[in-house]
């Protein structure tokens, strides 16, 4: 139980054009969702939470006009990669928490390489 | 100093070892203790959930909480070549929304 399904999985993109990247929660309510870069050979950077019906909370350095994120329902989070450019290539995870289970699951990620 | 510290390895151990995975963390508010496996081009997988201090099992995984010494451990009994991956350790104050994650440790078990 507990799966988050994310798409793509793997994107290539011209530089200056966006990208959306989607995470649903397929078998309980996710009304927080977070979102994660992760770089080759490093841990995982949390970029924003985002949470159902709200404004997403973004980390300190992180373009809320360039990363929009939307979180239209409970089951569905969605990062757009609006304008990107070659140094936005990095690997997009989205986690959520697993409720009564404990823990938090994480999409399969995505791999964004802007060319 | 990070929050979390965690030594990135890499660890290279033959088929069968027992595996000693360990982060330490500096936020004594730390209270939910997460272990998660990563392989290539994948997203974290959560192994092992734990609560404060203590041991909890799972088959050949073991994770142990010390809070006085803000040190926890993985331990991968009769380790196996799938088990070869990154080993990610996390932790939060209040399993919320900030939890912090250690850089990865990256294991490879050698047939």
Redesign the interface.
């Known amino acids: 139980g507990a799966v988050v399904s994310q798409h793509p999985s793997w994107v290539i993109c011209k530089s200056g054009t966006s990208v959306k990247i989607e995470c649903r929660s397929l078998d309980f309510q996710a009304t927080t969702m977070f979102w994660y870069r992760q770089f080759p050979k490093q841990s995982l950077m949390l970029m924003a939470t985002s949470n159902e019906g709200s404004k997403a909370t973004y980390e300190q350095g992180v373009e809320k006009d360039k990363f929009l994120i939307n979180h239209a329902s409970l089951t569905l989070s969605t990062l757009t990669v609006t304008s990107a450019h070659p140094e936005d290539s990095s690997f997009y995870i989205c986690s959520a928490p697993r409720g009564s289970t404990g823990g938090y699951t994480f999409g399969s990620g995505t791999r964004l390489t802007v060319v | 100093q990070k929050e979390v510290e ?1 030594d ?1 390895g890499p660890l290279s151990v033959p088929e069968g070892a027992i595996v000693s995975l360990n982060c330490t963390y500096s936020n004594s508010a730390f209270q ?1 203790f ?1 272990w ?1 496996r990563q392989y290539s ?6 192994l092992m ?1 734990t ?1 404060s201090s203590g041991n909890k099992e799972d088959g050949r995984f073991t994770a142990q909480v010390d809070k006085s010494s803000k040190y926890i451990s993985l331990f991968i009994r009769d380790s196996q070549p799938s088990d070869s991956a990154t080993y ?1 350790c ?1 932790m939060s104050a209040r ?1 919320g ?3 912090y ?4 440790t ?1 294991l490879t078990v050698i047939p």
Not at chain 2, 41 to 46: D, Q, S, V
Not at chain 2, 101 to 104: A, D, N, R, S, V
């Open positions: 965690q990135p939910y997460m998660y081009r994948k997203g974290p997988e959560l959930y609560y990610l996390a399993g929304n900030q939890f994650f250690g850089t990865g990256s």
